[in-house]
């Protein structure tokens, strides 16, 4: 008799530990976000980024968070003495690089028209 209800029992217990089925909870939610806006923040400062900079770049991530974040970092590489990173890549010259082969493709006079190609004879 115990037998057909023995599966049921154990798929109970493993689907109660399970936090996939629900849903997060609020709590879980805020942290998380706070937790992901102090991991900006430090990789802002190391990044050598300024504060407002990195606020500017990361409109919403809770800024309280990134700035704690941001000083826990500065912190931490003062007592270190570990050197902020430069990066290599930043928005303008992202936009740039995207822009240019644009650009290539069809070359314009200053008054917006298509050059003409000579012909190489």
């Given at each position: ?111 917006g028209?298509?050059?003409?190609k000579?012909?190489?004879?």
């Amino acid at each position: 008799m115990i037998r057909p209800f023995f599966p049921l029992l154990v798929a109970g217990a493993l689907l109660a530990g399970c936090d996939m089925l629900g849903g997060e909870s609020a709590e879980k939610a805020v942290a998380q976000r706070e937790a992901e806006s102090k991991a900006i923040g430090g990789a802002c400062r190391h990044a050598g980024r300024a504060i407002e900079d990195c606020f500017a770049l990361n409109k919403r991530a809770d800024k309280a968070a990134v700035f704690a974040g941001w000083r826990e970092m500065n912190d931490y590489m003062r007592e270190n003495k570990i050197e902020p990173l430069t990066p290599t890549l930043t928005a303008q010259s992202q936009r740039a690089e995207m822009a240019a082969p644009a650009a290539k493709t069809a070359p314009e006079t200053a008054d917006g028209k298509p050059k003409a190609k000579k012909n190489e004879s």
